[in-house]
């Protein structure tokens, strides 16, 4: 599986598009934005979340695969400020919520109030999303209208707002992991240099995908 088509896997599994994925493909960093401070402890935070969505099992889990630093250079080289804003308050607002619910941080807690957590913050996500999405519509076909009365140069690409902030960090853990050494060469199955096509390979049930 290629980086493109990764993005389009994420993008479908979490009902949203990969914010910075054109970013991430391309390698450039987006411009005018403050710096973002990713503390040792947001990092840490930001690994155990990952490691709730991708645990370790018979193989590594995404805190193996560093996908906290990954998410560090993500967002500050491909997040626009607005994205950035939302992610880095998410980050606070995460452990808030989970003090409520458990008594404690998200780091001090099991991994089943852990997973429990993140199932009602996948909810509360993809109803988030949902209004999102509706309420970007008419301001997206404004846009679109705007920039066909515009020269090609002048026109400028529709930003809608953020998604929720755990929707950015299930999109950053499958990135960060699926593109890492850890994720290609460890969990899915990993050639160097390119085979022979056999488009009749057997299957079994259970058997990793491959990794290009």
């Known amino acids: 599986m290629n980086r493109r088509e990764l993005l389009k896997q994420i993008a479908l599994l979490t009902g949203s598009v990969v914010i910075g994925g054109d970013l991430f493909l391309s390698g450039c960093k987006t411009a005018d934005k403050t710096v973002v401070t990713f503390s040792p402890e947001t990092i840490a935070l930001l690994n155990e979340v990952a490691e709730t969505i991708i645990p370790a099992t018979a193989t590594p889990g995404a805190k193996a695969a560093k996908v906290g630093e990954f998410m560090k250079v993500m967002v500050t080289d491909c997040y626009t400020q607005n994205q950035q804003d939302a992610f880095m308050k998410g980050v606070a607002a995460l452990d808030e919520i989970c003090k409520k619910a458990n008594s404690k941080p998200f780091i001090e807690c099991t991994a089943q109030q852990r997973h429990d957590f993140l199932v009602v913050l996948e909810k509360e996500a993809k109803a988030y999303n949902q209004k999102r999405d509706e309420e970007d519509k008419p301001k997206r076909e404004?846009?679109?209208?705007?920039?066909?009365?515009?020269?090609?140069?002048?026109?400028?690409?529709?930003?809608?707002?953020?998604?929720?902030?755990?929707?950015?960090?299930?999109?950053?853990?499958?990135?960060g992991f699926f593109t890492s050494k850890t994720g290609m060469t460890e969990t899915l199955r990993h050639i160097q240099v390119p085979g022979r096509y056999d488009g009749a390979m057997a299957y079994a049930k259970g058997d990793k995908a491959w990794a290009e």
Do not use: G
């Not at 002048?154 to 929707?167: C, G, I, K, L, V």
């Open 142 to 175: 404004e846009h679109e209208k705007k920039n066909s009365t515009l020269a090609w140069k002048d026109q400028t690409e529709f930003e809608s707002a953020p998604s929720h902030y755990y929707t950015m960090m299930k999109q950053l853990t499958l990135l």
